[in-house]
């Protein structure tokens, strides 16, 4: 079961983490210069990274069993090694960028290694296909990544851009748990707010902080999540294109109008550029999760009240002294029913013809007063004239409701 | 005369030698797994109040089984992960993906015996159990062996159930929530001889 505050804690952690190691480099580590900084970048990063991922005690294998393990423990490592390394200044920046490039055209075969689509007697995808999928993505991972070290160094503000790609990162997190891989979407979490962390720490101490390397990292971890929660979790494709691409928005403030605007404008700027997609995103995701999901979980909330009261019920009917029920607001799965013509939303109660607000209404108000008889609760409430309105699924409810008018 | 004295002579030296070294020819009778007339099915706790039924759909496998010597009985059997039925499309939708069975990544689970030997009423069957990509050993009691012929066709069956903790089998124990760790897989199998 997802657990909230220990989320809201690991990110926390990491946060603190990423900027208290930034901050003591950047104390203990003089003279300062732009590639110290930058070193300082990767180490907070990996501080806050180590630090969240130990408080959020994710559950990984070694040796490295599947996507999620091969993320944690081979790619993200990897990431962050490339960009410590690039920040010395005997190494070029072509073998720089030939570094990140293998890391991006290899990470996808890393994710689905030994799974269903490279491994067994018939992979799910051909060699040329698996060549096609793992190219493609590789490709989008590093034209974004390419893009946004560009627009880091011409344009000012360039913080926002590691920012935004925090944000990305976060709402890929929640994405993940949405579409029901909650430990692929929890590793986002520590990222997202170990980022945030030492980018703030890194502005304290410089007003022009170079970025390339936590862009770096970013845009890999943004990657790898969205290949997990694609090719193992339940992410479509199109909700990973949108994820993966969103950060490109920062652009936008590239416009003649906007461009020449103070720094923090352009930053705030791209902020909300990026985070109008992503919450559109996440409104369309939390109403899959309604659709699909809750019903779940919400079966397993009110079963133990709703055990209760069939008990009830079927002792009541044996002693012929339990009336049938007239109106169910128990919530059902959407799997073993007929929608009979009415709008999906009120599929989740099969029994029950009325608006789905109006039982989930109900249902918070048996909880709240403790309504003993929680389906028998509408029998006061609707006027007898308007229960010949009603229609019932079932012939012993339509036969109470003639034994009532 | 003296030619069927010969032949009488060499009859009972053959006859005598097969019988003291010749091993008996009786083979291991192989058989495969009926899947449909088979049923793997599962339960687990819910809110430590009730069970949660499930099944799979599909498996496929084989076994040998030798009545005169057991210790050279074969058993095997491989589940196809992403076939889970638990009467709900959504549940299994959610059962297959990483938290779960993480059927993309580990798209079987696995049965192979490493040793047989009979008991009253069947045999013990000792073996590793892989799933979720962690192999433990276990033991099997398989209860049955019963055999019949239909339409020219030898069969066999057996009934066995597995108690297993799904911590152990690499599960995220964050998962495990409201369904209890420990789960029952209980195999009815019958075996069409080849």
């Known amino acids: 079961m997802p657990d909230p505050l220990l989320y809201v804690a690991a990110q926390g952690t990491a946060t603190v983490a990423g900027a208290v190691f930034v901050l003591a480099i950047g104390w203990f580590w003089k003279p300062v210069s732009t590639a110290r900084f930058q070193a300082a970048a990767v180490v907070g990063i990996a501080g806050g990274l180590g630090a969240g991922y130990y408080f959020l005690r994710l559950h990984v294998a070694w040796p490295p069993l599947n996507g999620l393990d091969r993320f944690l423990i081979i790619v993200l490592p990897a990431a962050l090694c490339i960009e410590l390394g690039t920040t010395f200044s005997r190494v070029p920046r072509s073998l720089a960028w030939l570094m990140r490039f293998t890391l991006a055209a290899t990470m996808g075969r890393i994710l689905v290694h030994d799974s269903v689509y490279v491994s067994g007697a018939e992979p799910e995808w051909s060699p040329m296909q698996a060549v096609v999928v793992l190219f493609t993505c590789s490709a989008l991972i590093a034209v974004v990544w390419g893009l946004l070290v560009f627009l880091s160094v011409r344009s000012p503000a360039s913080v926002s851009i590691p920012l935004a790609l925090a944000l990305t990162i976060q709402c890929t997190g929640i994405s993940i748990m949405l579409a029901g891989y909650l430990q692929g979407g929890a590793a986002a979490f520590p990222l997202s707010a170990a980022t945030v962390g030492t980018i703030g720490s890194l502005r304290l101490l410089t007003s022009s902080p170079n970025v390339h390397a936590p862009i770096g990292v970013c845009v890999v971890g943004l990657g790898s999540l969205l290949m997990i929660g694609r090719f193992f979790g339940g992410l479509s494709t199109e909700v990973a294109l949108i994820l993966l691409l969103a950060p490109l928005l920062c652009w936008g403030t590239e416009l003649p109008q906007l461009r020449c605007r103070p720094g923090w404008v352009v930053g705030l700027l791209r902020l909300l550029l990026v985070a109008i997609p992503l919450a559109a995103l996440l409104l369309q995701a939390k109403r899959k999760f309604d659709r699909e999901t809750a019903p779940l979980l919400m079966q397993a909330s009110e079963s133990q009240c709703d055990g209760e009261m069939h008990r009830r019920g079927g002792q009541g009917l044996a002693a012929g002294s339990m009336p049938p029920i007239l109106h169910d607001c128990t919530p059902r799965s959407l799997n073993n029913m007929s929608l009979n013509g009415r709008k999906k939303g009120a599929a989740m109660y099969p029994n029950c013809c009325r608006p789905r607000w109006f039982c989930q209404r109900q249902q918070v108000a048996n909880r709240v007063t403790h309504n003993p008889f929680p389906r028998y609760g509408l029998l006061i409430q609707i006027p007898s004239a308007s229960i010949s309105t009603l229609r019932f699924r079932d012939t012993s409810s339509a036969i109470m409701v003639s034994n009532l008018s | ?194």
């Open chain 2, 1 to 194: 005369m003296q030619r069927s004295n010969f032949l009488f002579v060499a009859a009972l030296v053959g006859g005598f030698f097969s019988g003291a070294f010749a091993q008996p020819s009786q083979a291991a009778d192989e058989y495969l797994y009926d899947g449909v007339h088979s049923s793997i099915s599962f339960k687990a706790r819910h809110l430590d109040i009730s069970w949660i039924h499930g099944r799979f759909n599909a498996a496929e496998g084989k076994f040998s089984l030798d009545r005169e010597n057991p210790a050279n009985s074969k058993f095997e059997l491989s589940i196809k992960a992403d076939s889970v039925d638990t009467a709900n499309a959504q549940r299994d939708e959610h059962l297959r993906q990483p938290d779960y069975f993480d059927t993309k990544q580990y798209p079987t689970i696995d049965f192979k015996s490493t040793h047989v030997k009979a008991i009253d009423g069947g045999y013990e069957v000792q073996g590793n159990f892989t799933m979720h990509g962690k192999t433990r050993p276990v033991t099997l009691k398989l209860i049955g062996g019963k055999e019949h012929v239909f339409k020219g066709t030898k069969r066999v069956a057996f009934s066995t159930e597995l108690s297993l903790k799904r911590s152990d089998y690499g599960f995220d124990p964050k998962a495990i929530g409201p369904i209890g760790d420990e789960a029952l897989i209980l195999i009815d199998c019958e075996g069409v001889g080849k």
